[in-house]
T-cell receptor, first 115, second 115 residues
Framework: AQKVTQAQTEISVVEKEDVTLDCVYE???????LFWYKQPPSGELVFLIR??????QNEISGRYSWNFQKSTSSFNFTITASQVVDSAVYFC????????????FGTGTSLTVIP | EPEVTQTPSHQVTQMGQEVILRCVPI?????FYWYRQILGQKVEFLVS????????KSEIFDDQFSVERPDGSNFTLKIRSTKLEDSAMYFC?????????????FGAGTRLSVL
């Protein structure tokens, strides 16, 4: 079974539109961490955010916001007023346990922002 | 900002040849990882390394693979006899203890092409 599911394979939006990327995770651990990484066309993986399982507060960072809901095992990512530079593949990842070892990545969502 | 450095950025090799991928971790980081991303697919965990030994490995990490930290700085991934299906992007990641605990910082990747 997939530990991290990103059901949206590809999304296209017009610049300045808002877009939400979905992430659903599965774990039996009570302590875990969730992450979002951005992979631009250049290929590197850029860390965006980390959330631990005990902190369900939503977070906003500029145009980015994250909605963590344990009740639905979801950790969704919203980009407000999207820009062309947001075009990338976005990966959600899970790390289990208090020390956390390997990351389990979702299959990624490819976001294209059309000017 | 400290970063994980991977060399080379692109490695082309003939099937059956040995390759060594190199990674220079962020200074003071103690946990090291290798991940693989086949083109268009998700990022997959290969191995984690701590205190000069493997702490966890996936099914992908078979006898053809090995890791070491020969000089206390570089962290290397060796593939003894490459196969066509080893063609992928290989990411090194490192993790520290303080501050961004449990955040894995990724290098820009090495694209391995096996011909």
């Amino acid at each position: 079974a997939q530990k991290v599911t990103q059901a949206q394979t590809e999304i296209s939006v017009v610049e300045k539109e808002d877009v939400t990327l979905d992430c659903v995770y599965e774990t039996r651990d009570t302590t875990y961490y969730l992450f979002w990484y951005k992979q631009p066309p250049s290929g590197e993986l850029v860390f965006l955010i980390r959330r631990n399982s005990f902190d369900e507060q939503n977070e906003i960072s500029g145009r980015y916001s994250w909605n963590f809901q344990k009740s639905t095992s979801s950790f969704n990512f919203t980009i407000t007023a999207s820009q062309v530079v947001d075009s990338a593949v976005y990966f959600c990842a899970l790390s289990e346990g208090s020390t956390g070892n390997q990351f389990y990545f979702g299959t990624g969502t490819s976001l294209t922002v059309i000017p | 900002e400290p970063e994980v450095t991977q060399t080379p950025s692109h490695q082309v090799t003939q099937m059956g040849q040995e390759v060594i991928l190199r990674c220079v971790p962020i200074s003071n980081h103690l946990y090291f990882y290798w991940y693989r991303q086949i083109l268009g697919q998700k990022v997959e965990f290969l191995v984690s390394f701590y205190n000069n030994e493997i702490s966890e490995k996936s099914e992908i990490f078979d006898d053809q693979f090995s890791v070491e930290r020969p000089d206390g700085s570089n962290f290397t991934l060796k593939i003894r006899s490459t196969k066509l299906e080893d063609s992928a992007m290989y990411f090194c990641a490192t993790r520290g203890l303080a501050g961004g605990f449990n955040i894995q910082y990724f290098g820009a990747g090495t694209r391995l092409s096996v011909l």
